[in-house]
């Protein structure tokens, strides 16, 4: 699973938590509030009815109470009701006007709502004033609340989930890019080492061959000499497959990539002191660790190839948030073209280290020499490859 991906699953399953969470919360609070506005509200209905049923009934019994009810109307979370015990239906408050024809779902309902009982004033002949809890409109705007809030969360999850994408393809574009200028690289080197090696191999075979079996010197020193280049074209193409696709740097830690290197480039230069100091106590992740040892390559390169060094010292430090690569010498600086168009190696470690939010400086080192200095960030950049 692709590194982004990982992080949107990452990112999406913790606001979907976020949500959970707070969508539990709203209920246990609406569970509150229900219960809370149904007590208080049947304690009113009750307290007022206790005083008045008496009074209204035996100013004129059930006519009186019936128009003192009916212009009591509806009150609030409380169904009230006068009927004859076991009997027909005397009066039956009317329906809340608010919100009316809305109700909540009934599982909702039945979640929060309060199991409170009701309430019975026995009258005079039979009759009976029922006070029963009608939490409908109290569950409803409970109901509403959290459809609002799972609204709220919906776009929450858009739009956190979006910015998330964006800013981890910002953060992983440079990450991508190194990789696949990597996978370019491994190409290039298997396909010099397959095929034009194979190639090669057979232009020296039959080379050889020629000079052999024929019987004219000509012939012979020409086949002779076809056969010494195509063996200089094996060889300098065997010394470009490491620095395409070095496998130190695939199968060891830093350092080690790091000494194999200069050690072998010191056997291939024994005239010329090579020196490595490096001081890392952190790991770097894998696209900082191969940048640095193409920093080290293209500098001993660079510098045994072209500044007749005598010395050519290259040195690692790391440091909290930052590692610098150093790779000088006491050549004879910098050519007065160096910076022209053509210099693909430089220009190509560049664009690497810029990927990586790093910056590559080449400049003279004293009177006499080169420096090649690399800072790479070790934080706020993703270090495992997408």
């Known amino acids: 699973m692709k590194l982004r991906t990982r992080l949107h699953l990452v990112v999406t399953g913790l606001t979907i938590v976020w949500a959970v969470v707070l969508v539990a919360s709203e209920v246990q609070l609406t569970q509150a509030r229900i219960r809370e506005d149904i007590e208080a509200s049947n304690q009113v209905t009750i307290q007022l009815l206790g005083r008045l049923v008496g009074i209204y009934w035996r100013a004129g019994g059930t006519r009186s109470l019936v128009d003192f009810l009916t212009q009591l109307g509806h009150v609030r979370s409380s169904d009230i009701m006068l009927t004859y015990r076991g009997g027909p239906m005397i009066y039956h408050s009317p329906p809340a006007t608010y919100k009316a024809g809305h109700y909540a779902p009934a ?12 309430y019975v004033f026995p009258l005079p002949a039979g009759v009976e004033l029922i006070v029963r809890p009608a939490p409908s409109r109290s569950t409803l705007d409970g109901w509403d609340a959290i459809t609002r809030l799972f609204a709220i969360a919906g776009v929450m999850l858009v739009v956190v989930n979006g910015l998330a994408f964006w800013l981890v393809e910002r953060a992983v574009a440079p990450v991508v890019i190194e990789q696949r200028l990597e996978e370019e690289r491994r190409l290039i080197a298997h396909e010099l080492h397959d095929e034009f090696g194979q190639s090669v191999t057979a232009i020296r075979s039959l080379a050889q061959a020629i000079a052999g079996q024929s019987s004219q010197p000509p012939m012979q020193e020409a086949a002779r000499l076809i056969s010494a280049e195509a063996a200089r074209l094996y060889d300098a193409m065997h010394g470009l497959i490491p620095r395409l696709a070095p496998a130190a740097a695939d199968t060891l830690s830093l350092s080690e990539a790091l000494e ?8 291939r230069h024994p005239g010329i002191t090579l020196t490595l100091r490096h001081d890392l106590s952190c790991h770097p992740g894998p696209g900082i660790s191969l940048a640095a040892y193409r ?5 001993l390169v660079n510098a045994l190839r072209h500044a007749q060094a005598s010395r050519i010292d290259v040195e690692l430090r790391a440091e909290r948030r ?9 050549g004879i600086g910098l050519p007065e073209d160096w910076s022209r168009p053509g ?8 664009e690497r280290v810029g990927h990586l939010g790093g910056k590559l400086t080449l400049r003279r080192h004293g009177t006499r020499g080169t420096l090649l200095a690399a800072e790479l960030p070790l934080a706020g950049l993703p270090q495992v490859i997408a």
């Open 107 to 118: 599982w909702f309902a039945h979640l929060v709502a309060p199991k409170v009982p009701r």
């Open 260 to 267: 194999g290197l200069v050690r072998d480039q010191q056997s």
């Open 295 to 299: 920093v080290v390559q293209e500098g």
């Open 322 to 330: 930052s590692l610098t690569v150093m790779v000088t010498d006491d």
């Open 343 to 350: 210099h693909y190696g430089l220009r190509g470690l560049s």
